[in-house]
């Protein structure tokens, strides 16, 4: 869960709702092939751990800071031949919009790393 404190109250959304909705944004933009599984990182430690810390939401992390404002890490797959800089600028605006859209509140930041390209 997602809990946001505003002017008008306390609002809580599902952590599944906004992680199918950033992932459903995140599908319709050009040059995005997948939101990866797992990121690097994350699989190495799992894999050395057995498993231990594997991300229950596998691409999307969303969480709170001090200041209620949403931050989403987003771990994508992108095809060969896109200019990531744009893809990532496009996916950044989008994911922002549909998620202020939908939980009504600020996204502060939207982090998205590129682990794979797909040919």
């Known amino acids: 869960m997602v809990s946001i404190e505003n002017h008008i109250g306390?609002?809580?959304?599902?952590?599944?709702?906004?992680?199918?909705?950033?992932?459903?944004?995140?599908?319709?933009?050009?040059?995005?092939?997948?939101?990866?599984?797992?990121?690097?990182?994350?699989s190495t430690v799992s894999a050395l751990?057995?498993?231990?810390?594997?991300?229950?939401?596998?691409?999307?992390?969303?969480?709170?800071?001090?200041?209620?404002?949403?931050?989403?890490?987003?771990?994508i797959k992108v095809t060969y031949g896109t200019n990531i800089s744009a893809a990532v600028n496009s996916i950044t605006h989008a994911v922002t919009f549909s998620v202020e859209e939908a939980a009504g509140t600020a996204v502060k930041k939207v982090n998205v790393f590129v682990d794979e390209m797909i040919y």
């Open 49 to 75: 751990t057995g498993g231990k810390f594997l991300e229950k939401n596998k691409g999307v992390h969303i969480y709170t800071d001090k200041d209620n404002g949403l931050i989403i890490d987003l771990h």
């Open 10 to 42: 306390k609002i809580t959304v599902s952590e599944n709702y906004l992680t199918e909705l950033v992932k459903h944004t995140v599908s319709g933009c050009f040059g995005v092939a997948g939101v990866c599984s797992v990121n690097t990182a994350l």
